[in-house]
Nanobody, 124 residues
Framework: QVQLVESGGGLVQPGGSLRLSCAASGSIRSIYTMNWYRQAPGKQRELVATIDSGGSTNYEGSVKGRFTISRDTAKNTLYLQMNSLKPEDTAVYYC??????????????????WGQGTQVTVSS
């Protein structure tokens, strides 16, 4: 069983910064990608940033240059540093992990897991 626990959300003024963390635990054989998504009220969930097993990163256009995704491989922890925050960044942020776990018989099985989400509110 794999669990993802996010932290670091909160209320911040426009132009401010927040750092989100996502700690992964459980039986993970290998990690393919780790991702941050967000979902604003009334909108679909969107991919914000991703980092693969080689450390390559990709960002959604509106956050490029403002957000930085990183990870601590030893701690199985994912981060999202968010700078120059805007009101339109307000959303629930979710981390996800795509990797190799185990099925009920202990055999390798690719799967994806999600955290519970953390609220980020950008407002004056």
């Amino acid at each position: 069983q794999v669990q993802l626990v996010e932290s670091g959300g909160g209320l911040v003024q426009p132009g401010g910064s927040l750092r989100l963390s996502c700690a992964a635990s459980g039986s993970i054989r290998s990690i393919y990608t780790m991702n941050w998504y967000r979902q604003a009220p009334g909108k679909q969930r969107e991919l914000v940033a991703t980092i693969d097993s080689g450390g390559s990163t990709n960002y959604e256009g509106s956050v490029k240059g403002r957000f930085t995704i990183s990870r601590d491989t030893a701690k199985n922890t994912l981060y999202l540093q968010m700078n120059s925050l805007k009101p339109e960044d307000t959303a629930v942020y979710y981390c996800s992990l795509v990797g190799l776990g185990s099925d009920s018989r202990g055999r390798p099985q690719q799967d994806s897991w999600w955290g519970q989400g953390t609220q980020v509110t950008v407002s004056s």
